[in-house]
Structure formats: C-alpha cells, structure tokens
C-alpha cells in the first residue's frame, strides 16, 4: 500500500469527475472536491507571502478555507464551513506550519481525520499545468492523466453549463468556443509526452475515457495497481456521473461516446481534427472524413479572437494569475 496522495489530471469532461468517486468509494482513499491549491495559491505565492511571516499565513489561510466555493464545489464548501464552526480551523492550520506544503498537507489531514480515511487525493484537471510544483511538494505523488476524444470532448463542454449550478450556467455558456476549446485540449494533451518523461513510469496512468467506461472493471484494477491499493468491487458503485450527456442519469453508463457524430455541428467537429489531430493520433483515436460548409466555419475562425477575450473574462475568478496562466499552456502548445 502507499500514502502517497493521488492526482487526476487531464482536461474536464474527460472522467476526471468519475474516476474521483471511483476512487472515493475505497475506504482508505478521500477524494473531495476540486481544490485548486497549486492555481489558485501556490501560484500566488509571490503576492500571498511567505509562509513564515505572520500576516502571509493568515492571508493563505483565508484563502484555502473558501477555495471548493469559490471553484463551485458547493458541497465540499459547506462541508469546510461546518469544520470551521464546529472546530475553529484557523489555529490547527496555523500552529506548526511553516510552508505551503505544510498547510497543504494540514488541511487535508483534517479533512481525512472528519473522513475517518487514511490518505487523500486530488481532482483538479488544470493541476496538469502543475505537475513540477507538486513533484517537488510530493516526489511520489501518483497521477491519473484522464484523456477523452477531442470531438466528444468539445460536445461535453459545450453542454456542460446543463449540470452546473444556476450562478455558473451564463459563465459556462461564456467559455465555449470551437477553436478555444480544442486549443485547450491541445495544450492539456500535448503535457503528456513531457510528464511521460518527468514521472516515474510505476506512478503514472493515463486513462482514457472511452475505456474506463467500457471496460470499467479492468481500467479500475489498473489504477490500483498504479495507485497502489487493493481492488475492492465496491469502487465501481458509485450513484452518479457528472456527465451532461446523461444528466439525471446514475451508473457508469458508454452512450456518450462518438455522440459528436450526430450532435456536435461538423464545422466544430472539423476545426476539432484540424487542431488536435496529432494528439489524437499519438493517444490512438481515428481521424475522420468530415464534411463541412467551409463558410460557417470561416465564420467561426474569424470569431474566435472575440470569443477568446470573452471566456478569458468570464473566467478571471477561476484560474491563477493571467501570465502564468497563459504562458504555461502556450509553453505548452509550443512545446
């Protein structure tokens, strides 16, 4: 067995949502909402402070004990509430830690202590972009690259405003755009070839989608080999999947896959080859023969710098700083 915390990476609407409450249902494994602690504090540790002084603690602190609400993840959000009134989370946060990695580590040891589990994960797709700041936090640590074919990609994030909450819908229905939204998954997809390279072959897995809701049992039994825990059947019962394919729906259920064919536009489809064909090639998706109206997509290729500023906008308050952001994922796309 290992301690050794858990990573699921890769771009959202990939099974980075089912895979964690795959995980979740293993006894010893706690896998809450998405904490964003390497985007959203780590990457400001030049303007949050250095640990060690006082007034840059509290200010980190203050910042962690709100991170699932301000990521909308309402249920892990209220469940850090109820902590921090029933049992004042500040001075256990505060007391004995000196570093980033320290109140890391606390607040998740609280979390698996009210849990009654043993060790933690994480599933915060965009901590692809992070793998060299959590290596050096946890050398290690294992990750779950969730990978899923661009074209059904793109139809799950364009309808994934369906399953969010009524505050997220309009800034959801913000970020899509066809060439956009296959530039990030170039960039998420072109990491990989990279962290195949920086993390040991024995603590890394790349899960497709397709797979993992196919052939469940198995891909399951792979993660823990990876993960290093024991299998249990009880892992594969989990009630829901984040899926706006098929919301309402319980289970681990296949009908979303090659769904782009008959729902998402073929311009969209197109413009999603075009730019991520190589990427799916290298992660052993098919190409295919699409036919399109070559004016509606010029129409969406002039558009998209617009779109661009837009979902960039709408985003301000759920991504790290604007440089660093920007210039992981185009250091990535040059890479």
Same mark, same amino acid.
């Given at each position: 067995?290992?301690?050794?915390?858990?990573?699921?990476?890769?771009?959202?609407?990939?099974?980075?949502?089912?895979?964690?409450?795959?995980?979740?249902?293993?006894?010893?494994?706690?896998?809450?909402?998405?904490?964003?602690?390497?985007?959203?504090? *780590?990457? #400001?540790?030049?303007?949050?402070?250095?640990?060690?002084?006082?007034?840059?603690?509290?200010?980190?602190?203050?910042?962690?004990?709100?991170?699932?609400?301000?990521?909308?993840?309402?249920?892990?959000?209220?469940?850090?509430?109820?902590?921090?009134?029933?049992?004042?989370?500040?001075?256990?946060?505060?007391?004995? %830690?000196?570093?980033?990695?320290?109140?890391?580590?606390?607040?998740?040891?609280?979390?698996?202590?009210? =849990?009654?589990?043993?060790?933690?994960?994480?599933? /915060?797709?965009?901590?692809?972009?992070? @793998?060299?700041?959590?290596?050096?936090?946890?050398?290690?640590?294992?990750?779950?690259?969730?990978?899923?074919?661009?074209?059904?990609?793109?139809?799950?994030?364009?309808?994934? +405003?369906?399953?969010? %909450?009524?505050?997220?819908?309009? #800034?959801?229905?913000?970020?899509?755009?066809?060439?956009?939204?296959?530039?990030? +998954?170039? /960039?998420?997809?072109?990491?990989?070839? !990279?962290?195949?390279?920086?993390?040991?072959?024995?603590?890394?897995?790349? @899960?497709?989608?397709?797979?993992? @809701?196919?052939?469940?049992?198995?891909?399951?039994?792979?993660?823990?080999?990876?993960?290093?825990?024991?299998?249990?059947?009880?892992?594969?019962?989990?009630?829901?999947?984040?899926?706006?394919?098929? =919301?309402?729906?319980?289970?681990?259920?296949?009908?979303?896959?090659?769904?782009?064919?008959?729902?998402?536009?073929?311009?969209?489809?197109?413009?999603?080859?075009?730019?991520?064909?190589?990427?799916?090639? *290298?992660?052993? *998706?098919?190409?295919?023969?699409?036919?399109?109206?070559?004016?509606?997509?010029? !129409?969406?290729? @002039?558009?998209?710098? =617009?779109?661009?500023?837009?979902?960039?906008?709408?985003?301000? =308050?759920?991504?790290?700083?604007?440089?660093?952001?920007?210039?992981?994922?185009? %250091? /990535?796309?040059?890479?």
């Amino acid at each position: 067995m290992s301690d050794s915390p858990i990573f699921i990476v890769g771009t959202p609407r990939s099974g980075t949502t089912l895979t964690a409450q795959i995980l979740d249902r293993h006894p010893r494994i706690m896998m809450p909402g998405e904490n964003h602690f390497f985007e959203d504090i *780590y990457a #400001r540790r030049k303007e949050l402070g250095d640990p060690t002084d006082p007034a840059a603690k509290e200010r980190i602190i203050q910042r962690l004990l709100t991170i699932y609400g301000r990521y909308n993840q309402p249920a892990d959000q209220e469940r850090v509430d109820a902590l921090l009134e029933e049992h004042d989370l500040f001075p256990q946060l505060n007391s004995g %830690t000196s570093s980033y990695k320290d109140i890391l580590d606390r607040f998740m040891e609280i979390q698996l202590k009210q =849990a009654k589990k043993t060790r933690w994960g994480n599933n /915060a797709p965009k901590d692809l972009f992070h @793998v060299e700041e959590i290596l050096a936090f946890y050398p290690e640590a294992k990750f779950l690259i969730c990978v899923r074919d661009v074209r059904d990609f793109l139809l799950s994030y364009k309808d994934r +405003w369906k399953v969010t %909450t009524q505050a997220h819908k309009d #800034r959801l229905k913000r970020l899509y755009h066809p060439v956009l939204t296959s530039l990030l +998954w170039k /960039a998420s997809m072109k990491r990989i070839p !990279k962290l195949e390279q920086q993390i040991p072959r024995k603590n890394l897995m790349i @899960v497709r989608y397709e797979d993992l @809701v196919t052939d469940t049992e198995q891909v399951v039994r792979n993660i823990c080999e990876v993960v290093g825990e024991d299998f249990l059947p009880e892992m594969l019962n989990v009630q829901t999947h984040n899926s706006s394919d098929g =919301a309402g729906r319980k289970g681990i259920f296949s009908s979303s896959i090659g769904k782009w064919r008959d729902k998402l536009p073929a311009e969209e489809a197109a413009i999603a080859q075009w730019i991520g064909g190589n990427e799916l090639m *290298y992660l052993g *998706y098919r190409l295919e023969s699409i036919e399109i109206n070559r004016m509606v997509m010029a !129409k969406a290729i @002039v558009q998209f710098p =617009a779109a661009a500023v837009r979902a960039f906008k709408a985003n301000a =308050a759920n991504r790290g700083p604007l440089l660093q952001y920007l210039s992981k994922r185009l %250091t /990535a796309m040059l890479g």
